[in-house]
């Protein structure tokens, strides 16, 4: 705990103290923050084993690192219609995804293969960043094979809310 207390008053100084416990939200905050920069960190493209030149220093490396991934927040069409996202309308459990998940947070939806979890979680998420109530998506899965084919969709997802 004394790590992310650290970490929090670093890229927040100016917050007032709180205690910092496993039910505080900024610590699934820091979670993902370290995912991301552990996987972007673990790239040999940008963070070769062998020392970097002096002239290109750790935050010269990470902001070409982000710059090249494509790390900055898109602009997204607004008003678009899940069916003008997906090509077809939702179903009931894709509907009852967009009617409860009304705010940023952790949500589990349970469906059987195949029912369009996914889509509805992207839809939600198109919905919570149009409103400005979210500003990104984050996906955690278990396998680089799950991990990878999610990119894919995400990338397609993207491509039609942010050209």
């Known amino acids: 705990m004394a790590a992310a207390r650290q970490i929090w008053e670093y890229f927040s100084p100016s917050t ?24 972007i960190g673990s790239d040999e493209r940008f963070f070769p084993p062998e020392r970097m030149p ?12 982000l710059a090249e991934i494509g790390f900055s927040p898109p602009v997204i069409i ?13 179903n009931d459990m894709q509907s009852k995804a967009l009617e ?8 589990v ?3 059987p293969m195949g029912m369009g979890k996914t889509e509805a979680a992207l839809g939600a998420a198109y919905q919570l960043m149009t409103s400005g109530k979210a500003n990104g998506i984050y996906f955690a899965l278990p396998t680089q ?14 491509g039609r809310i942010a050209p």
Request: proline letters at 11%.
């Open 16 to 39: 007032p103290h709180f205690q910092v416990d496993e039910s505080v939200p900024f610590l699934w905050w820091l979670a993902g923050l370290v995912s991301v920069a552990d996987w």
């Open 54 to 65: 002096p002239a290109f220093g750790p935050e010269a490396a990470a902001r070409h690192a």
């Open 78 to 90: 607004p008003n678009l219609a899940f069916d003008n996202i997906f090509g077809f309308p939702p």
């Open 100 to 107: 409860t998940i009304s705010g940023p947070g952790v949500y």
């Open 109 to 111: 939806i349970e469906a």
């Open 145 to 158: 094979a799950t991990s990878n084919r999610i990119h894919l969709r995400v990338n397609e997802f993207l």
